[in-house]
């Protein structure tokens, strides 16, 4: 299966310390993923590919997400990133970063200075912007101004914030990230999940990306993830929908092997046109691969 990740992470920790997320202290959020202790290594494209291999995806390309969280490092590993994918040619397009509490000066200048590289589609924000907060519009009015995208993690409890800021920007290319990031796997929490999916969804400029679910569920298993999966391509449809892997971030819970059993496993009912869609043709559109 031809497959376009739409979201995965490489780090160079030998060499940078961009990430101190992945060594939490013990009394501090550890964004409810889990032990970490796994993921402190280096993650280049050549473990990426060793870890695809034989998953039965074709990974032609791939979007790589910023996950720095130290402060004043997201303009250092845009050109690192930059090196990179001159070297290895496996990613196709990046999704930067704005730092959380900087001012929209900041902002508009740390965006300009990341649109330099032809690999740039756009930000990514995971926590801490406010969607009433007059920098999240100056960001949100940037990039739509740019053409380009608005990365977003959009927990069930956000939804009505988030919809409020979007509604006035019809045009701006906006990805729900991580499916949505559900508070649990119990039913109470689905069906709250699904009902924000609903609202997000009738926003025609909102895609969903399918990626991140096992940071919630705490499961790479096929069998959970079925339902949850099949509710974002239900709700969004094959036409505003596509995989990402979010790798290595969850191979705290399995092998790629298992992120494909789950995703084709899912799509099983959907025809081959279908399938490229979800898998492939979708995330090339929506990034410009």
């Known amino acids: 299966m031809r497959f376009v990740d739409s979201h995965m992470h490489l780090w160079h920790l030998t060499e940078h310390k961009w990430y101190p997320a992945l060594d939490p202290p013990e009394d501090s959020d550890d964004f409810g ?22 998953s039965g995806l074709d990974v032609v390309k791939a979007v790589h997400v910023s996950a720095v969280t130290a402060p004043g490092t997201h303009l250092d590993e845009a050109r ?47 926590y801490g912007f406010d969607p009433a907060d007059p ?22 409890g956000e939804v009505d ?45 909102v895609d969903c990306k399918i990626s991140g679910l096992p940071m919630s569920l705490h499961t790479l298993d096929a069998e959970t993830l079925r339902p949850w999966i099949q509710a974002c391509l239900e709700v969004f449809g094959v036409d505003r929908s596509f995989f990402g892997s979010n790798f290595p971030v969850d191979s705290i819970f399995g092998g790629y092997d298992k992120v494909a059993e789950a995703y084709l496993g899912a799509t099983g009912d959907l025809t081959a046109a279908e399938r490229d869609r979800v898998f492939a043709a979708n995330a090339e559109r929506r990034y410009r691969i």
Not at 37 to 47: K, M, S, T, V
Not at 165 to 194: I, N, S, Y
């Open 80 to 126: 690192w990133l930059d090196r990179v994918a001159a070297e290895h040619g496996l990613v196709g397009a990046v999704i930067g970063a704005v730092e959380p509490g900087a001012d929209a000066e900041t902002v508009a200048a740390d965006l300009a200075e990341q649109a330099k590289s032809p690999l740039f589609r756009g930000i990514r924000v995971l």
């Open 33 to 54: 993923i889990g032990d970490m202790a796994g993921l402190r290594r280096d993650y280049l494209p050549e473990h990426y590919l060793a870890d695809a291999a034989g």
């Open 161 to 205: 914030g988030w919809l409020s800021l979007l509604r006035d920007f019809p045009g701006l290319a906006v990805v729900l990230e991580h499916a949505g990031w559900p508070d649990g796997g119990d039913p109470d929490q689905f069906t709250a999940w699904r009902d924000g999916l609903t609202r997000l969804a009738s926003l025609a400029n």
């Open 135 to 156: 920098v999240t519009r100056r960001l949100a009015e940037l990039l739509d101004a740019g053409g380009h995208v608005f990365d977003v993690v959009i927990h069930p």
